[in-house]
């Protein structure tokens, strides 16, 4: 568009003629500008639309659709605002290196913000963990339930909602437990001293052995029964079994109780706390 240029002692009719056939390109402009914003947001719409339904149709994981079309849709906009802002006549570069200032400050601004939106961006990515996984990580452990760009969502046991930053969270150690589709179970079961171990060990893989939820056939997770520690006041055998990740801790609760009831019914008792007096006569 023409810069509107007025030097001294122009007559009146020129100064009109000027600014008249400047506001006829301004508006021209603008009419021209406003037809591409609304036909740009029409084309994006159906970008966006189009990119949905084939995300939908191929069952991409809900957070992660979730964010690509963010991410085009915000990246369209951008792109149609320049197209608009050039159609009016301003300086492109100008309107993009103050952009591009104003994204920095903003950044420095929300640094910590933006980690954990990078941290979320690779969780998607890289999915160390997935909705209704298991985890244990940052002091917490609970079921996930949403995975958010800046935010973790998950519930734990007691039903409490934890919300956990995604920059911390990836950076950090995680302990998935349901990654694997088996676990291993051990117990610590303290008998007293001149128990026979053998009948002790005989009880206890019995226990196992009939447990609906202990994998019995898998060479690679075998049933252990054993002698760990000779403690001060007990016999400490360990045992250790596999079960499905989702059994875990209905078979440790159940196998604790069986081995409470059946220990004492085949005569091999619990020890208490003890402690050995000598007096020494002067």
Do not use: C
């Not at 596999?242 to 005569?267: C, H, M, Q, R």
């Amino acid at each position: 568009m023409e810069s509107l240029k007025l030097e001294k002692g122009m007559a009146f009719d020129e100064v009109i003629s000027i600014l008249t056939r400047n506001l006829v390109e301004f508006i021209i402009h603008l009419t021209v500008a406003v037809l591409v914003f609304y036909a740009g947001r029409f084309i994006i719409r159906k970008v966006f639309n189009m990119t949905q339904k084939l995300m939908t149709k191929r069952k991409v994981d809900p957070s992660i659709m979730t964010f690509v079309l963010s991410g085009i849709q915000i990246t369209l906009y951008f792109l149609l605002t320049i197209v608009v802002v050039g159609i009016l006549g301003i300086e492109t570069s100008s309107f993009i290196a103050l952009f591009a200032s104003a994204g920095v400050a903003i950044g420095m601004a929300l640094s910590g913000t933006m980690q954990n939106f990078a941290g979320g961006v690779l969780i998607l990515l890289l999915r160390p963990y997935e909705v209704g996984d298991y985890i244990d990580t940052q002091g917490y452990a609970g079921t996930v339930k949403a995975i958010q760009l800046f935010n973790t969502v998950i519930t734990t046991p007691d039903n409490k909602t934890i919300i956990i930053p995604n920059g911390p969270l990836f950076t950090g150690t995680i302990n998935n437990y349901s990654r694997q589709p088996i676990r291993r179970v051990e117990w610590t079961i303290a008998v007293a001293y001149g128990t026979d171990f053998n009948a002790a060990k005989e009880v206890i893989l019995n226990i196992l052995r009939s447990h609906p939820n202990v994998i019995q056939d898998n060479p690679d997770a075998a049933i252990a029964v054993y002698l760990s520690e000779l403690a001060d006041s007990s016999v400490n055998i360990s045992a250790r079994a596999w079960v499905a990740s989702g059994d875990f801790w209905g078979t440790f609760f159940s196998v604790n109780e069986k081995i409470y009831v059946e220990l004492p019914e085949n005569g091999i008792q619990f020890p208490f706390p003890q402690m050995d007096v000598h007096l020494i006569n002067q």
